[in-house]
Structure formats: C-alpha cells, structure tokens
C-alpha cells in the first residue's frame, strides 16, 4: 500500500516542488548511488532524495529510512506522513541543534538556525510551509 502523502506528490506538481524546495525531499531524485541493504533483509523502495545525495526510503513496514551519501541513515518517521512532518517542522538549518548541547552551544546553534530561515529571494521557509500546510487536505479527508 502506498502512503497517501507520497501518492499526493506523485500526483500534485506543485506539491512535489514544494516539498523538494525548500525541504529537500525531492521525489525526483528517488534513487541511491550505492546499494543499501538492511541487516535483516527486508526490502527497501528509493521514495525521494536530497541536494547532498542522501535518500529517503520506505521499509516493508512503511517506516522511512534516510541514507546519507557518507554511509550514515537513520529512521525518520513511522510512514511518509510522519517523515514529511519531520522534514518540514525540523528542517536542515536545524540540525546543529543537538542534546548534548551545552546552554552556550545551544544558543548559538539556535541563532544559526534563525540566520538560515530565509531562501532565495528573501522568501520565508515559515512562508513555504504555510503554503503547502494550505494546500494539503486536512487529515482523515
């Protein structure tokens, strides 16, 4: 079964390129450099990439999965939904902001983060988010 958010992508244009602009979960870069394979087994379907040659892949079970071009992955969300919850709430700007972040580190890493809020042409991610959080059916529709 196809998660209805990535049906909503393949099928929605203007939503495909929002989420690949300025969210980097591009479905047209669906496809992976090296063969990535999980200890188990299981199967993995290439569902989006992003602009450093990472990808974003969807488990047997529906759970996505990001590989990095470095040799790094981890579990981003529970099903596409969640993954693009993720990926848009918590966009790349933010990922200097970890735990162990001491108060100093973590103000900085915040203040960082604020510096990148905005894209080309001065428009606002927040802008961005509105927009595609507008065009998107509410849940349970």
Do not use: K
Not at 12 to 22: K, Q, T
Not at 87 to 113: K, R, S, T
């Amino acid at each position: 079964m196809t998660d209805p958010a990535l049906e909503l992508l393949r099928e929605r244009p203007d939503l495909a390129e929002l989420a690949a602009f300025p969210f980097n979960f591009d479905i047209g870069r669906a496809y992976h450099v090296e063969d990535v394979h999980l200890a188990s087994g299981a199967s993995l379907e290439p569902v989006a990439g992003d602009d450093t040659g990472g990808t974003y892949f969807v488990c047997e079970d529906g759970t996505v999965l990001h590989a990095s071009s470095e040799g790094d992955a981890a579990v981003v969300g529970g099903s596409v939904s969640e993954a693009l919850e993720v990926v848009i709430g918590l966009p790349w700007y933010c990922e200097g902001i970890l735990p162990d972040l001491d108060e100093a580190a973590l103000l900085a890493a915040v203040g960082v983060a604020d510096d990148c809020r905005h894209g080309p042409g001065g428009r606002s991610r927040p802008c961005r988010r509105s927009r595609a959080a507008a065009r998107t059916p509410p849940r349970g529709t």
